[in-house]
Each structure stands twice: as C-alpha cells, then as structure tokens.
C-alpha cells in the first residue's frame, strides 16, 4: 500500500488503496450495478440500486392538505393537472402507496452513476479536530453533476411512455434545465427551457450542456410568452425568477396538447424520485455499521433533503433510529424560518394550483445570492407538512460562512461543492465543532447534492473578498406575504 507523503496529523493525511483495491473497484465499476466498499478510504457502495421510491405520506399521522385550484380554491382533480403532466405522474402525485416500483428501463439508466458513494470526510473531520463522524452521500457524480437527474429520467420516462413530444421547463441556476436536457437526450423527446435571465446571463457553460444534450434555451422573461412579454414591458432589464420561468413554461405547456410540463422540486412525485437516495444511503450506512444521529441538507424546493432524509424519516417513525433532521437555507430567502405556511401559488403570475407551503408570497424576488437553486419563495408542501408536524428543524445561514465553509470542504475533502450544499456544509461544521465542545461523537450524515464547476465565478468573488451578506429585508418580504390568496383552510 502507499505510504501519504503528508504527517499523520495533516487534514491531507490519507491511507492510499492498493492496485488490487484499484483495480478491483475499476472492474466492479465496469460491472455498473455494484462497487466495491473501499473501507480503508470510507467509501462505501457495494449495495445494490433500491428498486422502489418510498412514499412519505404513507406513513404519516395526518395528511397534507390537499393543492387547491387556482380560481375556485375548491381541491383540484387529476383532470385539473393533465394539460400538464403525464397520468403516471399526476397518480404519483396523489399517492399514499408506501412504495413505488422504479421501473427497470429507470434503474438502467440510475445505473451509470448509481449507486452514489456515501464517504466519510475523515480530512474535513481532522481539520475540524472534532470527535465526530462526519459523512456525505455524494450526488455530484451524475452526468449533470448533482441529483437532479434522479427525477429528470422517470419524468421524461413517464411522458415518453405516454407519447409526449415535447417537454418544457424553468430553470434557475441551470442544473435543473441541464438535467432535463440530458434526460430527453436519452428518450428522444424535445427540450424547451427558461431559463432565470440572471443565470443565463452569467451561467454561459449551463446554457451550453443543455444545448450540448439537444435543448432550446430562452431568457426569462422572454418575448416567446404572454406572461414574459407582460413583464419585459414593465421592466426591460428584469432579472427575471423562478415564479416568472415558471409561468413561462406552464403558459406553453397549458397552450399545446402534444406538450408537457416538468418540475424539477416542490412536487411531490419529485420528492417521492429522490427517495433513492436515502433508500441507498440507508444499505451503505447499515453495510459499516453506523447509524447517524444527525442529518443535514440544504433546501430550495426541498428534493435533495427529502430525498436522504424521508427514508430516515420512516426508519426513525418505526422506532429503529433517532436521527435528528436538519434543513438548511439561504438567509435571504428563508421560506421555513421566516416564511408563513399558508395557501399560495407556486409561479407569479398564479396559474399554478395552490399549495399549502412555508411561502414568502409568489411575487418575492430573492436577492441574487450565489446559490441560485435556493432562490425559490415557497418550500415543497410535502417539507413544509412534515415540518408543522415536528419531524425536522430548520435553520438558515448567511452565504459568506456558507463559502467559508465550503472552501474548507474543497481543501480537506477535494469536491468543489455546488454553492447549494455549501449550506449543508457550513451546517455540518457548525454541528462538527460543538460536538468538539461537547466531546460527543456524533454521526453526522449530510447531503452533497451537486458540484461546483459551473459555478466558480461565486468561488473567485469570495476569494477576492468581494462577496456580501445581503441584509433580509423584512419590509419587502411583508409587502410580498400581504399578496397571499386568502385561502380560508
Ligand atoms: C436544484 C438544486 C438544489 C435545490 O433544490 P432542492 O429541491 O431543494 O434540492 C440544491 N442543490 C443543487 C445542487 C441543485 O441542483
């Protein structure tokens, strides 16, 4: 074995693998399905893909309340969301089955990247100097590089099934978009994207995989919609959101029968996709013996976090484990810690049913913070129930001690995260160094959904030194929140 070139107290000390160990993960990965557990490095992979999505609602006391319709807040029908989404979809969507079969074309394509490594950051763990364990699930390694593509492939799957042409979507920071993208590149379908005219304008590599795996992206607000034109009248230079993306791409999807459209978080057949990651997460954490104590991840929509911690979540309802459940959010848009859970619409210009979420009003535009895939102004109603319901906490940090933290990842653990998990991470720190205090050795499990390489020019403003903490601006969120339906419910 070979010997690390750095002193055994170095945050860079490591014990390498052996060629056999190398070359035996090299064949298994060429197996595609199974990997090897390379215990001397931490990482553990050797399970197999789960063949079923677990269902939350299933196993809660009380059920969320139901989305409602946008003009008569009487509960929406299936029929409602089908100019929308594919039958599968909008069953999914309803569902209080426990489990949901993934369907084997799915698991196919999961298998050129799952199973995910689940890895302990034993580096990040000796430059903390803390008695805790810490471990990431590592999404980033997907071919859009995070965990979207988890939904991506059964939603283009499902419409595909149906005979769908053509799919369109919203996309903020792009990872989304790209997702999406890749996925109807696979079944051959049409990809149109909006994508938020902040990150289009900035994000020039994002743009460029989606058109890469075949897709057309505007700017939104763009001139190809009603509501986008509405918009660029009122405001030429708009920056544009997510809630506008939105409307853009549901206007066209509503408009065209032969058209579909997908979301990429909030949803709870999206929630309900990313449940393979805590289902595997669960198998890799019990193949080495460990249980964690602490779960943590960063919340936009909520997808990723629903998706380690809901199968936590079941295990913990059934007695087996006690893990604390932790989500993380920008400062400047903090819909569970400073939002009101109310009735409200999911785009601005209200054409989407009405959910009952932690909103910060449908036309909050979020200060442009480097996490793009946060800047959402309502949170997934599936989160936002299981948070009424006591089953998680939530906190919310500000994006300098978010990069702090991050440039701490890169420089003990070596991924660059993507600035959304930085939030996990800077969570994760914080809960590293009390345990130091503390002198507990705690597990810490936390959520690495996504890479940063397309998102270094975030990397290069808080190494300059120029990044800021946007002040939260409380004025602007009440004049936002006095715009919420008044839903009696
Ligand atoms: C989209 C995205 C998010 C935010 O969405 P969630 O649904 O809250 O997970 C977070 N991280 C990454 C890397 C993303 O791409």
Redesign the pocket.
């Given at each position: 074995m070979a010997a690390s070139p750095f002193p055994a107290n170095s945050p860079l000390h490591f014990s390498a693998p052996s060629t056999a160990d190398v070359r035996k993960a090299h064949n298994h990965r060429r197996l595609g399905s199974i990997c090897v557990t390379q215990k001397r490095n931490n990482v553990a992979c050797r399970v197999e893909i789960p063949r079923r999505w677990y269902n939350l609602v299933a196993d809660l006391p009380i059920k969320p309340p139901p989305p409602l319709h946008p003009k008569t807040f009487e509960p929406i029908s299936p029929q409602d969301l089908s100019p929308l989404f594919p039958d599968e979809l909008i069953k999914q969507e309803a569902s209080t089955d426990k489990f949901i079969d993934i369907p084997e074309d799915v698991v196919d394509i999961y298998r050129l990247w799952r199973p995910t490594p689940l890895i302990r950051a034993k580096r990040l763990e000796k430059l903390l100097d803390t008695p805790a364990k810490i471990y990431y699930k590592y999404?980033?390694v997907s071919p859009a590089?995070?965990?979207?593509p988890n939904t991506a492939i059964p939603q283009v799957y499902y419409n595909a099934k149906q005979g769908v042409k053509k799919v369109v979507t919203e996309t903020?920071?792009g990872?989304?978009g790209s997702?999406l993208a890749f996925a109807c590149s696979l079944f051959g379908l049409d990809c149109e994207v909006w994508q938020v005219r902040a990150s289009y304008d900035q994000k020039p590599y994002r743009r460029l995989m989606m058109e890469t795996w075949g897709a057309k992206v505007h700017p939104s607000p763009s001139t190809a919609t009603a509501y986008g034109k509405k918009i660029l009248d009122m405001d030429p230079t708009s920056p544009g959101s997510l809630g506008i993306a939105i409307s853009e791409a549901v206007e066209v999807a509503a408009a065209d029968p032969g058209t579909k459209y997908c979301l990429?978080?909030?949803l709870n057949h999206?929630?309900l996709h990313?449940t393979v990651i805590g289902e595997e997460c669960l198998k890799q954490m019990e193949a080495i013996g460990e249980t964690p104590d602490v779960i943590i991840?960063?919340?936009?929509?909520?997808?990723?976090?629903?998706?380690l911690s809901f199968p936590f979540i079941r295990e913990k309802l059934e007695g087996k484990m006690n893990p604390l459940i932790r989500a993380v959010e920008p400062a400047a848009c903090p819909s569970l810690t400073k939002g009101v859970y109310a009735y409200d619409y999911g785009d601005t210009a209200g054409m989407t049913p009405l959910m009952k979420m932690h909103t910060l009003g449908h036309d909050f535009i979020p200060d442009p913070i480097h996490?793009g895939?946060?800047r959402?102004h309502g949170m997934?109603p599936l989160i936002s129930h299981v948070y009424e319901l006591g089953f998680m906490e939530a906190i919310s940090i500000t994006q300098t001690e978010c990069f702090k933290g991050a440039i701490q990842f890169a420089r003990s653990e070596g991924l660059i995260p993507?600035p959304?998990?930085s939030h996990a991470i800077a969570a994760t720190i914080r809960e590293a160094l009390r345990c130091k205090e503390s002198g507990e050795a705690k597990v810490i499990l936390m959520a690495m959904?996504?890479?940063g390489h397309f998102d270094l020019t975030a990397y290069e403003t808080y190494l300059k030194g120029s990044m800021v903490d946007l002040s939260f601006d409380d004025e602007r969120i009440q004049a936002s929140l006095a715009k919420i339906p008044k839903v009696v419910a």
């Open positions: 999404e980033g590089g995070s965990h979207k903020g920071a990872q989304w997702s990429g978080s909030v999206v929630l990313q991840g960063c919340t936009g929509g909520g997808s990723n976090f629903a998706g996490a895939g946060l959402y997934g993507a959304e998990p959904c996504g890479h």
